[in-house]
């Protein structure tokens, strides 16, 4: 306390900059571009509302993988892929309603657990290069995927209707229609203050994820993923099964990443069999990102703070770029450039940042044995 | 009880309860399609029962279908006990009648189509109830998903340019 009390002001501002660079830059970046853009505040309220609604249980899946050390899961598209595979079974089977919507989750349980017991046990393999082997883990996941999806359904797992089927008689269509099960949990209590529809069922399900990970954190379980992201080793010294909490990490994350798939698919209303999936991981990431995380610290703040600037970027960005260059086209391809740009970034700063205090220890260590020498 | 034999029986247990909930949400989410015909049932054992003037149909408190004489209206309905209100007219200047109709709907049947005469009559379940078969249509030939170049490279998926970027 004294020691930060020592630090003068203008180096501590520079010190909380150079922490939240990323969120900083957002919020900039949106006070720049909602005036561009010319939408109403209560547009710009109920569209935030509405993907907070439909991405934040997705977001805040990535904060066990993290509390385990193992960074940003990429993997979460697994649960992902698994909750399209329940979705399109509750689809041909014509259940509709929140009854379709529950019956998608408890059937997305096993095969995103399972997707996430391979990835976990392929990751303590590649322990340390966890991100890029659950990156790869994807595009190996993404094929047995494409090869479920389009040859084996409708030819040896039924498929009763045709219109979810390809003409051909086999294989999923690009697009499977969930209008009978659309903003079916988003409309559940919602309530409209001021013209913005506030979906409160759905922000009660996202409160459940939050008070379980508060929860979660105090158990056995959780203090164990939490030592064994500070030290793998003291914590195998400390009796902990490495491997195996770190397995369970991934597999929640998994588990819940296909509910909040299915949250996100009930408020699109539709399904895109083959792209539904593969950028969803990837928005996510960038999402907690932007909200100030790190590849080894995340909380709950951070994903509710990404959701709103990543997404409110999103929103704003197309009329902003029609506004600057009169071709809202590059406002498109300006979110796509940003929200990759952000991860980049922040993997950037994380490793500046480590090797930064790795050599300021290192010269703290080298300084204390001069002085030990001189003594 | 050892901590491990509590630990495989609440598993278990967990298990049990998720496939109930499953079950049950099988049997209450299935849902039907229901289409009303106001059409002459003609020639059922020697009668014939002729169209009403004008049918209201109200499912759940919203009506959902007005139908003149040979119209046709539809309502989605989840669940099998199936329940709606009609308003019939049965002639030109007519006082409305009010009926208050209950309806099982059978599990394996996405689209029922009930003939209203044939129903109000009270006659035979075959006589006004009928599966809806949709017509099969020639269907031009569909690009099948994933075919392109060797790595699936294109503007679309890898810039993340598709339809529904816009509402990640």
């Known amino acids: ?375 | 009880m050892k901590v491990k034999t509590r630990r495989v029986l609440f598993a278990f247990l967990l298990v049990l309860v998720l496939v109930a909930v499953a079950a049950a949400m099988m049997v209450i989410g299935r849902g039907h399609t229901v289409y009303f015909d106001n059409k002459t049932l003609e020639d059922y054992q020697g009668q014939t029962y002729k169209a009403f003037e004008k049918v209201v149909v109200t499912v759940k408190d919203e009506q959902v279908a007005k139908l003149a004489k040979r119209d046709r209206g539809m309502s989605i309905w989840i669940g099998q006990n199936f329940k709606m209100i009609l308003e019939v007219t049965r002639e030109k200047g007519g006082e409305a009648e009010i009926h208050e109709i209950d309806l099982k709907l059978p599990y394996s049947v996405d689209g029922i189509v009930i003939n209203l005469p044939a129903l109000l009559a009270e006659l035979p379940e075959e006589a006004w109830f009928s599966e809806f078969v949709p017509a099969v249509t020639e269907e031009p030939a569909e690009e099948v998903p994933g075919e392109g170049d060797d790595f699936g490279l294109g503007l679309e998926g890898e810039l993340g340019l598709e339809d529904g970027l816009g509402d990640i």
């Not at chain 1, 209707?161 to 919602?190: E, F």
């Not at chain 1, 490793?351 to 003594?375: F, H, N, P, Y």
């Open chain 1, 1 to 375: 306390m004294n020691g930060k009390k020592n630090i003068p002001a203008g180096k501590r501002l520079l010190e909380l900059v150079r922490n939240n660079a990323v969120p900083i830059m957002f919020i900039i970046i949106c006070a720049i571009f909602i005036p561009m853009a010319g939408f109403s505040p209560s547009y710009l309220l109920n569209e935030i509302v509405t993907r907070m609604g439909r991405n934040l249980f997705l977001v805040l899946c990535l904060l066990f993988p993290i509390m385990a050390g193992m960074g940003l899961n990429f993997a979460m598209t697994l649960g992902a892929m698994g909750a399209e595979i329940a979705v399109i079974l509750v689809a041909d089977w014509q259940i509709w309603g929140i009854p379709g919507v529950v019956l998608a989750m408890i059937l997305s349980i096993p095969f995103s657990a399972l997707l996430g017991f391979i990835c976990g046990t392929l990751q303590n393999m590649a322990k340390g290069r966890e991100m890029i082997t659950s990156y790869i883990i994807n595009f190996f996941i993404n094929g047995w995927y494409q090869l479920i999806v389009l040859y084996v359904m409708g030819a040896v797992i039924p498929i009763i209707h045709a219109s979810i089927m390809l003409p051909r008689g086999y294989g999923i269509r690009n697009t499977v229609s969930l209008l009978n099960m659309r903003q079916c949990l988003d409309d559940l209590l919602a309530i409209r203050v001021a013209g913005v529809k506030i979906p409160v069922f759905t922000f009660l399900l996202v409160g459940l994820l939050c008070l379980f990970i508060v929860w979660f954190r105090r158990t056995k379980l959780g203090q164990d993923m939490r030592a064994v992201g500070q030290d793998m080793e003291v914590a195998k010294a400390a009796g902990i099964n490495v491997d195996r909490t770190r397995i369970i990490s991934v597999v929640m994350s998994t588990v819940c990443a296909g509910f909040g798939m299915v949250i996100y698919l009930q408020n699109i209303g539709n399904l895109p069999t083959y792209t539904g999936h593969a950028q969803i991981g990837m928005f996510c990431i960038a999402a907690l990102l932007v909200g100030g995380a790190s590849v080894e610290k995340a909380g709950i703040g951070n994903a509710f703070l990404g959701v709103i600037l990543f997404h409110m970027m999103f929103i704003v960005a197309p009329g902003a770029g029609a506004f600057i260059t009169g071709d809202s086209m590059v406002g498109e391809y300006f979110r796509v450039f940003l929200s990759y740009g952000v991860i980049t970034l922040a993997l950037i700063m994380y490793e500046a940042k480590k090797r930064m205090a790795k050599s300021k220890a290192g010269q703290e260590l080298a300084a204390a044995q001069v002085k030990k020498e001189d003594a």
